[in-house]
């Protein structure tokens, strides 16, 4: 169904869609990070390696793996820059 379709396709949405059905998923942010300071505070939580992830779109674009917390910053530019080009929305996660 196009709700169905909707909700795979925003992976956020998707992985929300999973908890509720008890399907385990990785730690990841519950929302898609906006703020600089919001992506430190939940990669700290989360833990590294990380990898920032599109919301939406696929192929790998809008990713970006993030060994260290000194990478953090730029990676998450980086990642919302393609995403944004590629899917015309920057909204990322972070997935550990």
Excluded: C, H
Aim: hydrophobic share 45%.
């Amino acid at each position: 169904s196009d709700v169905y379709k909707r909700q795979m396709g925003d992976k956020v949405a998707a992985r929300k869609a999973a908890d509720i059905a008890g399907v385990p998923t990785l730690p990841a942010t519950p929302d898609p990070v906006v703020k600089p300071a919001d992506a430190r505070k939940w990669a700290k939580k989360i833990g590294f390696p990380l990898i920032i992830k599109a919301a939406f779109g696929g192929g790998g674009r809008g990713m970006r793996v993030v060994r260290e917390e000194k990478d953090l910053m730029a990676s998450l530019e980086e990642a919302r820059n393609e995403a944004d080009q590629a899917f015309g929305n920057p909204a990322v996660f972070l997935e550990r």
